[in-house]
C-alpha cells in the first residue's frame, strides 16, 4: 500500500503521492507567491459564480509599448516574469509598478492602461477567471 503526504499552504492543499514501489518522495519546495484578499485598487476580489472557465495566457509587450484603457469584467492575475509594468487606474490617476517577480491582482471592473516603462520585454503569465463565453477585457469606447 502506497504513503500519502500533504501538505496544506495558505488556502490550497497539494496532495502528493509517493508510493513503496516508486521511491520516496525526496524534496519539495514551495514558494508562495502572494497572498491577497484585495485586487490593485483595493476591492474585494469577486468570482464568477455560474459557467467559470480558467484561461491562462503569457504576454509579451515590447519596450515603450501602451496598452489602451480597458477594463475586466472578472478577476484577472499576472505574474511578472520579466520587465517593468506601469499601471495607472484612469479614474483616479493613481499607478502602480511592478517587476519581475510581481504578482498582479487586476482591478475589476475599473477602467486602466498600462505601459512598458522598461528597457526589457514585458512578459506576463496572466490567469482569467471568466463567467460564461468571450473574453476578460473591454476596451474603452473612447480611446
Not at 515603450?64 to 484603457?69: E, H, K, N, Q, T
Not at 493613481?94 to 475589476?108: F, H, K, L, P, Q
Request: charged share 15%; with cysteine.
Amino acid at each position: 500500500m502506497g504513503r500519502f503526504t500533504s501538505c496544506l499552504v495558505g488556502a490550497a492543499t497539494a496532495c502528493l503521492l509517493a508510493s513503496s514501489t516508486a521511491g520516496a518522495l525526496e524534496a519539495v519546495t514551495i514558494r508562495p507567491l502572494a497572498e491577497k484578499t484585495e485586487t490593485a485598487s483595493g476591492q474585494p476580489i469577486t468570482l464568477p459564480q455560474k459557467d467559470v472557465r480558467v484561461v491562462v495566457s503569457t504576454y509579451d509587450i515590447a519596450p515603450g509599448a501602451r496598452l489602451p484603457v480597458h477594463k475586466h469584467p472578472f478577476a484577472r492575475y499576472a505574474v511578472v516574469q520579466g520587465g517593468t509594468l506601469e499601471v495607472t487606474n484612469a479614474a483616479t490617476g493613481a499607478s502602480a509598478t511592478y517587476r519581475t517577480g510581481d504578482v498582479v491582482i487586476e482591478m475589476i471592473d475599473q477602467w486602466h492602461h498600462a505601459r512598458n516603462v522598461g528597457a526589457d520585454a514585458v512578459k506576463l503569465l496572466v490567469i482569467d477567471q471568466i463567467e460564461g463565453p468571450g473574453g476578460n477585457t473591454v476596451l474603452h469606447p473612447g480611446h
